[in-house]
């Protein structure tokens, strides 16, 4: 409206200038009236203002095509959401799931993802309500809190049938040959719980555990930990796990599969005669991030000393023997325990010597430079929690950790280390737990230092792949990891084969400077062997996580409470208008030509 009064004000003042604030009559009037509705034409088109009441924006209609809805098997149920959603809407369909797109050909809910942030973030940049058709179970409910009023969340539910799944297979990443295995499966349930079921597990093929199930509550989960020894061999071998449920409504969910290295024998031994959650996370670290196998004693007494994993009984003799002969050993606690560790230890050396007495607060604030810095650079000092950390000896070759007392008055090295007689490294500090249980950006750092520091330490271990499968095992739709092997190796080719297929494909694989990991896309579900310079791998692709039983995120019902803009026609838009503009100037011209006015 008020770029209207604006349009009509201005053709007001066009006519007094011309013709003065009387026109009086006849073809004076007519034509002063015509440059009246010309210049205020003009104007208007110019600041293009709405002609008309304004009317609500017709909604997005989305529809939501994860894979999710394949997981009982019934297609009519899509079918049905679908023949709705097209009911509903004049324009295409808006589908999402791991992307958001325009419906085009034939629709299947195929996508390994229920995300519906981009279908709203189109909805808000159009200004307009969106009606989403979903199973319920969106994996970003909280975005549609964002809806313009008139949108609406339109549920169909599978039938409440009894379902158990396997969800997880927990396990070490790297074993020895001989060692055994601990091996924990994650079970979860739908709405109606999970019946009694009988689990079995295979390793490279061969039987070699069956455990009964007892029941599982209502969209509860359970952790199953079965334990058996691995062959004496070499190389990559699937674990593979499958559920036997009498009355499970679903079993595409039923089995999971992982990989693991089994190696020749052990490449690190961690000796801790103070065990805490620091020694427990830097064996994961060495398990886990860096691909060693590795062997774990704590003493628990003086004189009693129990094995990691089993907590078996082993006698000091044995845990002296293993230290000596590790290609890494790791002393926390008392790292004089069997005498010099330099004189006594023939491989690397990790020593972690938390301080005797709390001594303050002491937090993180660089990364000198040192064979680590690379990997440490850019890291988040300000968001770290703070460690404990006693004084060093002097003549370390670098430092790798600098922390300062409440961030800036006096510092300390966290971690210093030795190129000669042999790699060493010292950390005199403790309370880096904190950083991984803070978890994001922290979690990060706290792999980056232990997982920088131990593969110096390990440069000579035998594993000699250019990149391998960081995880064992991903699922359908996700990004793989890939862990680096060499830091000379930045840009490295890996072969993948499928088994059952008869083609390869090739990936390559670009490390950035002092990065340990990579990301290639998602690959199809399935056992691939992997190939890359200095050897071979096996990477598991598991069917999508859409497939397991989740509690349903989002209920039906109308939602969105901010204001929708209009579709009110605008001048621009309409052709006639200009049309009716330059007659009212044409004409007007020619009668005050013919009324003898310039």
């Known amino acids: ?55 609500p924006a017709p909604a997005l209609i989305a529809l939501d095509v994860s894979a999710s809805w394949n997981r009982d098997g019934d297609s009519a149920r899509f079918r049905d959401m679908l023949d709705r959603a097209r009911n509903e809407g004049r324009e295409a369909l808006i589908l999402f799931g791991d992307s958001a797109r325009t419906s085009s050909g034939d629709i299947r809910p195929t996508d390994q993802a229920s995300r519906v942030r981009p279908a709203v973030e189109q909805a808000l940049a159009e200004g307009r309500p969106l009606r989403v058709f979903t199973d319920g179970e969106l994996e970003d409910p909280e975005v549609l809190q964002q809806l313009v009023g008139g949108s609406a969340v339109i549920v169909t539910r599978p039938d409440d049938t009894p379902d158990v799944a396997v969800a997880d297979v927990r396990v070490a990443r790297a074993t020895v040959g001989g060692d055994t295995l601990d091996v924990d499966v994650v079970l979860t349930a739908a709405g109606r719980g999970g019946p009694p079921s009988q689990l079995a597990i295979t390793l490279g093929g061969r039987p070699v555990a069956t455990l009964a199930v007892d029941s599982v509550g209502a969209w509860g989960e359970r952790v199953v930990r079965a334990r058996f020894p691995v062959p004496n061999a070499t190389g990559s071998l699937v674990i593979g796990v499958r559920l036997s449920a009498p009355g499970d409504a679903v079993s595409a969910n039923d089995s999971l599969a992982t990989a693991v290295d089994v190696m020749a024998g052990a490449a690190a031994v961690v000796v801790s005669t103070a065990p805490d959650y620091d020694v427990r996370d830097l064996a994961a670290v060495l398990r886990g991030t860096v691909l060693l196998p590795t062997r774990g004693f704590y003493r628990v007494a003086p004189g009693r000393w129990r094995e990691d994993g089993s907590l078996a009984t082993v006698t000091e003799e044995e845990v002296r023997r293993a230290a000596r002969e590790a290609p890494l050993l790791v002393l926390q606690g008392d790292t004089a325990l069997f005498g010099d560790p330099r004189a006594f230890a023939r491989g690397s050396l990790l020593l972690v010597a938390p301080p005797a007495a709390p001594e303050g607060e002491w937090y993180a604030t660089g990364a000198p430079a040192s064979p680590m810095a690379t990997a440490l650079g850019g890291s988040p000092w300000d968001s770290l929690p703070p460690l404990e950390v006693a004084a060093v000896p002097a003549g370390a070759t670098f430092e790798v950790l600098e922390t300062r007392r409440a961030r800036r008055l006096e510092r300390r090295v966290a971690a210093v280390g030795w190129e000669r007689p042999r790699r060493t490294v010292l950390v005199p500090s403790s309370g880096f737990w904190r950083w991984r249980f803070r978890g994001g950006p922290s979690a990060a750092v706290h792999s980056a230092f232990w997982g920088s520091v131990i593969d110096w330490l390990a440069a000579e271990r035998g594993d000699l792949r250019a990149a391998s499968p ?43 400077a002092g990065a ?35 509690r349903p995120t989002v209920l039906e019902g109308d939602i969105g409470t901010g204001e929708a803009l209009a579709d009110a026609p605008r001048l621009r838009g309409i052709g006639w208008i200009f049309a009716i503009v330059m007659t009212a100037l044409c004409v007007e011209w020619i009668l005050r030509r013919r009324a003898g006015l310039r």
């Open 470 to 512: 960081a995880d064992g095992s991903v699922r359908e739709g996700q990004p793989v990891r890939w862990r680096r092997g060499s830091p000379a190796d930045t840009i490295v080719p890996v072969t993948l084969a499928r088994r059952g297929a008869t083609m390869t494909d090739t990936l390559t694989l670009q490390f950035p």
């Open 516 to 550: 340990l990991f990579a990301e290639s896309p998602p690959l199809a579900a399935g056992t691939y062997d992997v190939t890359s310079k200095g050897g071979s791998s096996v990477l598991v692709v598991n069917p999508s996580a859409e497939l397991l039983p989740r």
């Open 1 to 55: 409206m008020l770029i209207w009064i604006i349009a009509l004000a201005a053709g007001a003042v066009a006519v007094a200038v011309v013709y003065g604030l009387r026109p009086g009559s006849g073809i004076v009037a007519l034509a002063a009236a015509l440059r009246l509705v010309g210049v205020t034409g003009l104007v208007a088109l110019i600041l293009n203002a709405a002609l008309g009441a304004a009317r």
